[in-house]
Structures are given as structure tokens and as C-alpha cells.
């Protein structure tokens, strides 16, 4: 359990290592706090939210962690129980946000519950929203590169922009309603720049939202292009196979017919005839060609 106590010692933080038996076992029996709070706290799975309880409130977050080989979740969760002079936070896994608060913490920066909150919104936002960027940009890229020679590259690329896309808006929505109904908060300990903090942080998850929905369309488009393209490579490839096959067919009979082994054959004693044969294969092949480009088959 890590403890970091104001420089006037007027307010405590306490994070807990979730999966730490020991530290579970105090949060359970020595931290005070009522059953239905420790159960919230300890849940292994949950969303954005925010329910205030008696004189505190339960806070639920979502953001980018640490150790991505460690998280199976793109972002990873910290509970938090916050009231009058201490705040009890929770995580199965290391939150990239945690670091730079417990920083603030340490240098007296962060006084009380309202002040670790806040800054906790605000460094989930500024870590998630460059990836949120990130992947608008990725699609912009692949928009602006679209090829069908290309398209499993792209398609690879789109994919997994839209599944990151789809897991980061399932919690970026609650969130942002989770940080306005927090802002609205009646609570002691939640100062008006809090409370600004809160709310800039939701306007920032609301843009996000707008962005990640933008993302998950534009990809579904960019799919259903490739898509398109691909078929029209495909069709053309088997149209061009298919007057090749046409094209030598005629070919084929005639030199198969030319080729047997039996008397009357034409030029068979004439020391030209290969040259003729020649003439009226190439012959046959220009007036194929001519009939096909001049029904625009071998248009692009």
C-alpha cells in the first residue's frame, strides 16, 4: 500500500494494490469504510462512474496504463473513494496517469480530495488524448493512400484503428458523464477550480467521443472502399484471363486442326505453309483484339 500525506498533513491518499491480499485485507477490515463501498472498490470489473455516498463519493476511472504486456483492457480502470481529508484509491493494474498525480502529491501541490481527483481527470486526458489523435491521423493516411494492390496493409491498419477506436468509447463516454456529474458534486471538499478542472476534462472527453465515433465511421467506410476495390481488381484480372483464353482458343483449334496426322491437309507440301499458318494465326489474333478494344473491353 503506498500512503502519501499532504504537506500539512490535513489530507491523506492511499492507494491499494488490488490484487496485494494483505492490502485488501486492510481496506476490508481496517480502512473504515461501509461493505457496499468496499465491494465497489474491489470489483474487478467496471465502468466510469460517479455516486456520491453519504458525506464522500465513489469515482470510477478509465485510462491508459503502464504496462500494456501486463493490461488485457486498452485502458485500464482506478477506483477511488473520496471524502473529507482522505481519498482510498484502487487498481488491479498501473495506471500511466498515477506517476505524474503522486509527483503533484509529493510536492504539496494536491491538498485535498478535490485537488487529486481533478488532477487525476486531467492526466488521464492529457495521456489518452494524443492516442486518440494518433488514430484519426492513421486513418487520414490510409484515406489519402488508398490502393487495391495495397488494400491487406490498409485493411490491416483500419482494423485495428477501429477496434481501438470501439474499446476506447466504451469508457470515454461514461467518463465525461462521470466527471460533469462529479463537477455537480454538493461535497466540502470540491472547490470551485476543481470543479473547472472537472469540467474542462469533460469537454475533453466529449471531443474525444466525437473523434472515436468519427474513427469507428470513417473506418467502416474505408472498409466497404476497399473493399470495392478489390473487387474491381479481381474482376478485371478475370477479364483480362478470360480474352487471353478467348483470344487463343481459335488459335488453339486451328493449330490443333493443322496438327493432325492424316492426308488432305492444306499447306501440308507447300515449303511456305508454316509461314501461312503463321499469318493467319497472327491475323486471326489482330481481328480479336480489334472486335474487343472496339467494345471497350479492355478499358480500365
Known sequence: MRGAPAADAAFVWCHIDGRDEEQRRWLETDAGLSAPVVVALTAVETRPRCEPIEQGALINLRGLGDTPEDDPDPLVSIRLWAEQGRVISVSYRTLAALAPVHARMDSGAIR????????????????????????GDTIDECEASLDADQAWLNRRAIGKARSLAISYRRFVVPQRQALERMAQLDAGWLEDDDRLHLREAADRFARMAEELESVRERSALLHEQLSDLRSELIETR???LSIVALVFLPLTFLTGLFGMNVGGIPFANDPHGFEWLVLICLGLTALISAY?????WLRK
Open 292 to 296: 474487343f478494344i472496339r467494345a471497350h
Open 112 to 135: 485535498d480530495p478535490g485537488d487529486l481527483v481533478s488532477s487525476l481527470a486531467v492526466e488521464i486526458t492529457h495521456a489518452l488524448d494524443p492516442e486518440v489523435v494518433a488514430l
Open 238 to 240: 478475370s477479364l483480362l
